[in-house]
């Protein structure tokens, strides 16, 4: 495998840091990854070194705020107008890649945060990869949702630019750590792998912390994600719904299982897949096995895009 750092022009001419994996020989597929709320790109080595023994290529970059980017060192911020510049700067790096490997199919995998902005892009039209696989995802209700928006609202008065506050702290990852009390450290509820969780903690490329702003537009793209109409935009093509059984974010499998059953009744070929015993990072969850199967399951989902790239298309009346 070979791997490649370059920067990535992104919306407004904006630089942003990116990563491609390349196989030995010529790519079957290329796999886009979109990562996770505070952490980076650099952290999908194993999975795109897993992947690129069966001559898969894969591509990433740090969103805003996010990994070697500029900005604040302990809270994740994607800035004014964020969400809406990194929707864009998913879709440049999307056509990028079709450029640059033309005629291989295109998959896309979201985790957590990068879940989340794919599907707003999907919703919208924005991209139409051959394969989807949102890792880390769920749905929850829009009441619920839009309480919590609106007390995020009246924090964003008390927080600096691009900064957080304590209510903020508690509704956003506190939450999801208290689930897991007594707790070790401030990120318990993503991984039962100590050792692994400790690498997070102490990488210094991972913010601690997301801002009041930040969470603020992940709760709006919950809201239409999630809505009943969400789906309606999307391309039909294999979707691979990948999760922990105790992630909190998936609301321990309930709200991943919900998801998967609204994209059936969309008309949409999903699969579901929950891996026991395995929390929010399913893959750093080395210790329990849950890696090595959310890699093998990728792959497998892999082969899938691949079968239905390769099946011939229904030919127009004038190409016949």
């Given amino acids: 495998m070979q791997e490649t750092e370059f920067q990535f022009a992104g919306a407004q001419g904006t630089e942003l840091p ?14 886009q990854i979109s990562h996770g709320m505070t952490e980076h790109s650099g952290r999908y080595d194993t999975l795109a070194a897993a992947l690129a023994e069966h001559g898969i290529a894969c591509a990433a970059f740090d969103l805003r705020g996010h990994g ?14 964020g969400w ?6 998913l879709q440049r790096f999307c056509e990028r890649l079709r450029e640059s490997f033309p005629g291989v199919p295109l998959g896309m995998l979201g985790f957590s945060l990068g879940s989340f902005l794919l599907r707003d892009a999907l919703c919208r039209g924005m991209v139409a990869p051959a394969g989807v696989i949102l890792a880390g995802t769920g749905t929850q209700p829009g009441a619920v949702l839009a309480v919590i928006q609106a007390i995020v609202r009246g924090q964003l008065r008390r927080a600096k630019p691009g900064g957080t506050t304590p209510l903020v702290q508690k509704l956003s990852f506190g ?7 007594p ?11 100590e050792a692994a969780l400790d690498r997070y903690c102490a990488d210094p490329l991972c913010r601690p912390d997301i801002s009041a702003a930040l969470f603020l537009e992940l709760l709006s793209a919950m809201r239409r994600t999630g809505g009943k109409r969400a789906l309606a935009g999307w391309n039909r093509c294999p979707i691979l719904l ?20 609204a994209m059936e009744r ?11 015993g395995a929390r929010h990072d399913i893959f750093h969850e080395e210790a329990g096995g849950a890696a090595a199967q959310a890699r093998s399951r990728i792959l497998r989902f892999c082969e899938t895009i691949l079968a239905e790239s390769e099946k011939p298309r229904n030919q127009s009346p004038a190409e016949k």
Avoid at 68 to 81: E, H, K, L, Q
Avoid at 242 to 261: E, F, K, W, Y
Wanted: hydrophobic content about 35%; some cysteine; aromatic content about 4%.
């Fill in 18 to 31: 990116a990563r491609l994996w390349l196989p030995d020989g010529q790519p079957r597929l290329v796999l």
């Fill in 242 to 261: 990948l999760s922990g059984a105790d992630d909190p974010v998936g609301a321990m499998g309930s709200g991943v299982r919900q998801l998967g059953a």
């Fill in 84 to 89: 809406e510049q990194s929707l864009s700067d």
């Fill in 175 to 181: 939450a999801y750590n208290r689930k897991f009390a």
């Fill in 68 to 81: 070697r980017n500029p900005g604040s060192r302990t809270c994740a911020d994607m800035g004014p107008d």
């Fill in 266 to 276: 969309a008309g949409l070929p999903v699969q579901t897949v929950l891996l026991p």
């Fill in 183 to 193: 707790n070790r450290t401030r990120a318990d509820w993503l991984c039962a792998d």
